[in-house]
């Protein structure tokens, strides 16, 4: 097939507006003038020389008669003459020759990253404040330095709000009063840009009554280092903020917000600079009812694989590694079997953190060149696809360095990017893709402080991202955290009902939630009567849904104890439940302590996560060819009715512990519109003393029978 090259395009006008950077050696083409530029790595489209013509090239060759008067000898061939004008060196190499794979498309293509994995900003639903002419924000007793509207700089509308600190290092407050929002159910979204960020030691957000007696604080950055900011300097960054990390004092009302506030203060004797740009509402996120909890681990430590990896199979939990390549297989890491194991065997996945332990000791902010930054990069990430690792899209910035000029780079490459903030659980959807926020547990970080980073995901619907990197008995070095501790905080998490979920898995659930809610709101409407006819047609009764055909009493499900027997549905109308019902075949339950049925998402790949479940109830399956229902059960944070979305992929399942013998009544899969699907059923986990919040199945084809109903 004819492949086809295109270069970067656009008017003159276009590329002045966007102005880029292009990489070393990229072209550049005006369309309206045809003048070219070719980019250096650092500078700016406007900052770039146009490219000249040059001297004319040396004449074509014609034939072999020609090219054998023009080598000694008169031997010479086309092809030898070529692979003197391309050195086999330069083959691979940077501004020399690509090499193509089987479908003559170049190898290193494969670095770059897809968007379908890159989650989203949110949506505001509202601006309630956009800092524009008559704004009515002021200067609170003098306190800030100057106070001025900035109609040069500004991220929404016309201008913005720009107040400076002074530089005895107070701290520099602005307010409005007088607002009326109601704020239940939402999220705050802040447009901020900060000059001077190194010298910044404080930056926090009020809203409360009209006198802030009673308010609500967000403590967005303080003196822990400009490695854990979320600000870059110079650079506009939007703000998601979730009331479950406002700090309250006194007994503030989220539906009765009458004042804002902005605090900021510098040190060393030095101020900084901020612009507000705007302050809107999102809606707090439904995709996680309790939340969810990311774990992630840095540097390659072996304890992740000797210490995390048994504490966190024991939930049937994974991980995301992010790795520093050159460590691999040395004293104190993990080898690379042991990378594959915990991605094969456990279901981890395995990110990047760098290529060199050189680069990682610089970290990929102002102490490394853009282009040895970018080298890195593509190393680390060409290694993670070499070796097909699920996590290649994945990125945490080394020691939590980064700038703005090289978070672009990291955007070319990575879906996400995690930093090490430390201030804010991270929101659903994020803020930034390429700055997610993370607490990194350090031997300095209590148990208490992870503890309430869980309360915060929980209460706030929110992404709580944690990050370890050396796992032992008795820490002593910043890097390390104790084993007991550990142990602690995932007990803590498994009894607050939070699933746990690696990063792609939360990015790929995203992504998926956008696409039904997408594809509801224009098809809903047009579909649901077509819906009702198959839902009927397929032996639904109103007010209920059966997940699969149910076979005749002789088809069974053998079940095994600590073994979950899933069937995957897809229902094709929306529906409300508070009950779940299965059936056992011709062979009773004996001997189970524990037996549960749950209800799951599913996501496009195939990853179960728990949303809502019934109580154990060895009473449940006792009897030969009987149907056991039970309501849905709040215990853990669950809920006690779930509301199903026609066309979202789901799954039953169901546990028994300690039963000798027992069947489930078998359901046929067989022209059936409610299995069609990635997966259709089989089984999760083994040796499992209870249901798992996530996971995924085992197809092997048996699908026991079971109901849902309103």
Same mark, same amino acid.
């Given at each position: 097939?004819?492949?086809?090259?295109?270069?970067?395009?656009?008017?003159?006008?276009?590329?002045?507006?966007?102005?880029?950077?292009?990489?070393?050696?990229?072209?550049?083409?005006?369309?309206?003038?045809?003048?070219?530029?070719?980019?250096?790595?650092?500078?700016?489209?406007?900052?770039?020389?146009?490219?000249?013509?040059?001297?004319?090239?040396?004449?074509?060759?014609?034939?072999?008669?020609?090219?054998?008067?023009?080598?000694?000898?008169?031997?010479?061939?086309?092809?030898?003459?070529?692979?003197?004008?391309?050195?086999?060196?330069?083959?691979?190499?940077?501004?020399?020759?690509?090499?193509?794979?089987?479908?003559?498309?170049?190898?290193?293509?494969?670095?770059?990253?897809?968007?379908?994995?890159?989650?989203?900003?949110?949506?505001?639903?509202?601006?309630?404040?956009?800092?524009?002419?008559?704004?009515?924000?002021?200067?609170?007793?003098?306190?800030?330095? =100057?106070?001025?509207?900035?109609?040069?700089?500004?991220?929404?509308?016309?201008?913005?709000?720009?107040?400076?600190?002074?530089?005895?290092?107070?701290?520099?407050?602005?307010?409005?009063?007088?607002?009326?929002?109601?704020?239940?159910?939402?999220?705050?979204?802040?447009?901020?840009?900060?000059?001077?960020?190194?010298?910044?030691?404080?930056?926090?957000?009020?809203?409360?009554?009209?006198?802030?007696?009673?308010?609500?604080?967000?403590?967005?950055?303080?003196?822990?280092?400009?490695?854990?900011?979320?600000?870059?300097?110079?650079?506009?960054?939007?703000?998601?903020?979730?009331?479950?990390?406002?700090?309250?004092?006194?007994?503030?009302?989220?539906?009765?917000?009458?004042?804002?506030?902005?605090?900021?203060?510098?040190?060393?004797?030095?101020?900084?600079?901020?612009?507000?740009?705007?302050?809107?509402? %999102?809606?707090?996120?439904?995709?996680?009812?309790?939340?969810?909890?990311?774990?992630?681990?840095?540097?390659?430590?072996?304890?992740?694989?000797?210490?995390?990896?048994?504490?966190?199979?024991?939930?049937?939990?994974?991980?995301?590694?992010?790795?520093?390549?050159?460590?691999?297989?040395?004293?104190?890491?993990?080898?690379?079997?042991?990378?594959?194991?915990?991605?094969?065997?456990?279901?981890?996945?395995?990110?990047?953190?760098?290529?060199?332990?050189?680069?990682?000791?610089?970290?990929?902010?102002?102490?490394?060149?853009?282009?040895?930054?970018?080298?890195?990069?593509?190393?680390?990430?060409?290694?993670?696809?070499?070796?097909?690792?699920?996590?290649?899209?994945?990125?945490?910035?080394? /020691?939590?360095?980064?700038?703005?000029?090289?978070?672009?780079?990291?955007?070319?490459?990575?879906?996400?990017?995690?930093?090490? =903030?430390?201030?804010?659980?991270?929101?659903?959807?994020?803020?930034?893709?390429?700055?997610?926020?993370?607490?990194?547990?350090?031997?300095?970080?209590?148990?208490?402080?992870?503890?309430?980073?869980?309360?915060?995901?929980?209460?706030?619907?929110?992404?709580?991202?944690?990050?370890?990197?050396?796992?032992? %008995?008795?820490?002593?070095?910043?890097?390390?955290?104790?084993?007991?501790?550990?142990?602690?905080?995932?007990?803590?998490?498994?009894?607050?009902?939070?699933?746990?979920?690696?990063?792609?898995?939360?990015?790929?659930?995203?992504?998926?939630?956008?696409?039904?809610?997408? %594809?509801?709101?224009?098809?809903?409407?047009?579909?649901?009567?077509?819906?009702?006819?198959?839902?009927?047609?397929?032996?639904?009764?109103?007010?209920?849904?059966?997940?699969?055909?149910?076979?005749?009493?002789?088809?069974?499900?053998?079940?095994?104890?600590?073994?979950?027997?899933?069937?995957?549905?897809?229902?094709?109308?929306?529906?409300?439940?508070?009950?779940?019902?299965?059936?056992?075949?011709?062979?009773?339950?004996?001997?189970?302590?524990?037996?549960?049925?749950?209800?799951?998402?599913?996501?496009?790949?195939?990853?179960?996560?728990?949303?809502?479940?019934?109580?154990?109830?060895?009473?449940?399956?006792?009897?030969?060819?009987?149907?056991?229902?039970?309501?849905?059960?709040?215990?853990?944070?669950?809920?006690?009715?779930?509301?199903?979305?026609?066309?979202?992929?789901?799954?039953?399942?169901?546990?028994?512990?300690?039963?000798?013998?027992?069947?489930? /009544?078998?359901?046929?899969?067989?022209?059936?519109?409610?299995?069609?699907?990635?997966?259709?059923?089989?089984?999760?986990?083994?040796?499992?003393?209870?249901?798992?919040?996530?996971?995924?199945?085992?197809?092997?084809?048996?699908?026991?029978?079971?109901?849902?109903?309103?």
């Amino acid at each position: 097939m004819a492949q086809r090259i295109q270069l970067r395009r656009g008017t003159a006008a276009e590329w002045a507006a966007a102005n880029p950077v292009l990489a070393v050696g990229e072209p550049g083409v005006e369309t309206d003038t045809g003048k070219q530029k070719f980019g250096d790595g650092t500078s700016t489209w406007t900052a770039l020389p146009y490219a000249s013509k040059g001297d004319p090239g040396p004449a074509g060759i014609a034939d072999d008669a020609s090219v054998a008067q023009q080598v000694t000898g008169g031997t010479a061939t086309k092809a030898a003459l070529s692979s003197a004008y391309v050195p086999v060196a330069a083959k691979g190499a940077a501004s020399g020759v690509a090499s193509l794979d089987a479908s003559q498309r170049p190898v290193e293509e494969r670095v770059y990253v897809a968007q379908a994995s890159r989650p989203t900003r949110p949506t505001i639903d509202s601006m309630l404040e956009s800092f524009q002419a008559g704004h009515g924000w002021a200067n609170l007793s003098g306190t800030a330095a =100057t106070v001025t509207d900035d109609t040069t700089d500004f991220a929404l509308g016309t201008q913005s709000l720009k107040f400076t600190t002074k530089t005895d290092n107070s701290a520099a407050s602005i307010r409005k009063t007088g607002v009326s929002y109601d704020l239940t159910g939402k999220q705050i979204v802040l447009w901020v840009k900060i000059t001077g960020v190194a010298d910044i030691t404080e930056f926090l957000l009020y809203a409360g009554d009209s006198t802030l007696a009673n308010n609500y604080s967000w403590t967005i950055a303080d003196a822990g280092g400009i490695e854990q900011h979320v600000f870059r300097e110079g650079q506009w960054q939007p703000l998601v903020l979730s009331f479950a990390d406002g700090q309250p004092t006194g007994t503030p009302t989220r539906a009765a917000i009458a004042t804002l506030q902005v605090r900021a203060r510098a040190t060393n004797g030095n101020s900084v600079t901020v612009n507000l740009g705007g302050l809107g509402v %999102t809606a707090e996120p439904k995709a996680f009812p309790n939340g969810v909890i990311s774990i992630t681990c840095d540097d390659s430590y072996a304890s992740q694989f000797n210490v995390l990896r048994p504490a966190l199979d024991k939930y049937g939990w994974s991980a995301t590694a992010y790795t520093i390549v050159d460590v691999i297989g040395t004293s104190g890491f993990m080898t690379l079997d042991q990378l594959k194991t915990l991605e094969q065997v456990s279901g981890w996945e395995v990110a990047g953190h760098a290529f060199t332990s050189q680069m990682h000791l610089d970290g990929y902010g102002s102490g490394s060149t853009p282009a040895a930054i970018e080298a890195d990069i593509r190393s680390l990430r060409k290694w993670l696809l070499d070796n097909k690792f699920k996590g290649a899209d994945h990125l945490a910035y080394p /020691r939590g360095y980064f700038t703005a000029d090289t978070q672009q780079i990291m955007g070319q490459y990575f879906a996400t990017a995690r930093t090490v =903030t430390n201030r804010l659980s991270e929101t659903l959807r994020p803020s930034d893709r390429m700055r997610l926020r993370s607490l990194s547990v350090t031997n300095t970080i209590p148990l208490s402080t992870a503890k309430k980073l869980v309360d915060n995901v929980k209460a706030g619907k929110g992404w709580g991202v944690i990050t370890f990197h050396d796992i032992v %008995t008795t820490p002593t070095v910043g890097a390390q955290w104790a084993t007991a501790d550990l142990i602690a905080l995932l007990d803590y998490i498994k009894a607050a009902g939070i699933p746990v979920m690696n990063v792609s898995e939360v990015a790929r659930r995203l992504n998926q939630v956008d696409s039904v809610k997408d %594809t509801s709101n224009v098809v809903a409407d047009a579909n649901a009567s077509m819906g009702a006819i198959i839902h009927a047609a397929m032996g639904n009764a109103p007010g209920r849904l059966n997940t699969i055909n149910i076979l005749n009493a002789g088809a069974g499900v053998a079940t095994t104890s600590g073994k979950v027997d899933v069937t995957c549905f897809t229902p094709v109308v929306n529906m409300t439940i508070t009950k779940l019902a299965a059936m056992t075949s011709g062979t009773a339950w004996t001997g189970h302590t524990v037996a549960r049925m749950g209800l799951y998402t599913v996501d496009g790949a195939g990853a179960l996560t728990l949303v809502a479940q019934t109580a154990s109830d060895p009473t449940m399956f006792t009897a030969p060819n009987a149907v056991s229902q039970k309501v849905l059960d709040t215990a853990g944070g669950y809920p006690a009715s779930y509301a199903l979305v026609a066309g979202q992929r789901y799954a039953l399942g169901i546990i028994g512990v300690g039963q000798t013998a027992g069947q489930l /009544r078998a359901g046929s899969a067989t022209s059936v519109l409610a299995q069609r699907g990635n997966v259709p059923g089989g089984t999760m986990g083994t040796g499992l003393t209870d249901l798992p919040t996530s996971g995924t199945v085992t197809v092997t084809g048996n699908c026991p029978w079971s109901e849902l109903a309103a």
